[in-house]
């Protein structure tokens, strides 16, 4: 039983990776390339070499992404390699097969395609990350940057990709391209960051119920998850009452509504969004580490 669901959750991943990695490569290929945009990341080297040397998009994405997959594998572990493996092959399938389809911009209108093609990348490059995956690149180094430090994934794909946008300022010599780049990938980079933390929101709620037992066993062997009881006074009944609280995903709240509906319709609940959750089941706590001062340095400052 345990095998099947690891292979269907296995098969679901890699299914969402696939669509994310389709939406990337329309992104790139039907709206920013063929409307001349330079964008960041190892696509917009690609693109370079795609007009300045007509060099195939996704082979050239491709031979520059094998260095450092095998930077990831070995920092990030196997099953990350593996994933990545995948989503770099298959990505660059994809800019190579779309790029034949769409020889013209499929909008006219070139800021429409910075954002429209912006919002399909963003959205595609959100999925492969909360799937574990990456399409390569600068996503591959922010991931691994990600691993040790606590910023956003947006932010360090926007800082890398400037500069990759700047150095094309000198082959291109337009104001406009660069422009546009830089809003392509402000769009990007703020679609991933919308796509990772509604992946990643969680809530909190607090269950008022005289079923507490039983609903809290169903809660914890249906719903699977954790909880908290606790012992409370009622000011208006002056009945001692158990409160349950109770954290998880938003997307998982569902479930917890129609476990409480079937134990006890008439509970009282209260849910509340929260910002973040560590520890064990959640997030891990990631603390920038500072370098501490010398002792005589200290000293000085005293």
């Known amino acids: 039983m345990m095998k ?7 098969i679901k991943s890699y299914l969402i990776i696939t669509a994310g990695l389709a939406s990337g490569a329309i992104g790139w290929t039907g709206f920013i390339i063929p409307s001349e945009i330079i964008g960041g990341g190892l ?40 994933k990545s493996i995948y989503s770099v092959v298959v990505f660059a399938g994809f800019l190579s097969f779309f790029s034949n389809i769409f020889t013209e911009p499929l909008v006219s209108e070139k800021m429409m395609a910075a954002v429209t093609g912006g919002i399909l ?59 546009y780049g830089f809003m392509t990938m402000a769009v990007i980079a703020y679609t991933i960051d ?56 938003k997307k998982e709240s569902s479930i917890l509504f129609r476990i409480i509906k079937s134990v006890d319709p008439e509970a009282f609940i209260t849910m509340g969004n929260v910002m973040g959750i560590y520890g064990e089941g959640y997030d891990k706590l990631k603390i920038r580490r500072k370098k501490q001062k010398p002792l005589n340095e200290i000293e000085a400052e005293l």
Do not use: C
């Not at 040397?53 to 094998?66: E, P």
């Not at 919308?194 to 005289?210: C, E, W």
């Open 121 to 179: 990348s963003g959205v595609g490059g959100g999925l492969i990350f909360t799937h574990g995956g990456s399409a390569g690149g600068t996503d591959i180094i922010a991931r691994i940057i990600n691993k040790y430090q606590n910023i956003s994934m947006g932010r360090l794909l926007l800082a890398m990709d400037g500069i990759i946008i700047a150095t094309a300022y000198p082959i291109f010599k337009s104001i406009e391209t660069l422009v």
């Open 194 to 249: 919308l796509v990772i933390s509604g992946n990643k929101q969680t809530v909190q709620f607090f269950i008022f119920s005289r079923k507490h037992k039983e609903l809290a066993e169903q809660i914890v062997y249906t719903g699977k998850k954790g909880l908290t009881i606790i012992p409370a006074y009622g000011g208006y009944t002056g009945e001692d009452i158990k409160i349950l609280m109770v954290y998880a995903r």
């Open 43 to 82: 696509t917009g080297i690609s693109s370079i070499l795609f007009f300045l040397f007509d060099i195939d998009v996704g082979m050239s994405s491709l031979i520059i992404n094998v260095g450092l997959l095998l930077l990831a594998m070995k920092i990030l572990g196997a099953s990350f390699g593996i």
């Open 4 to 10: 099947k669901e690891y292979l269907w959750r296995e």
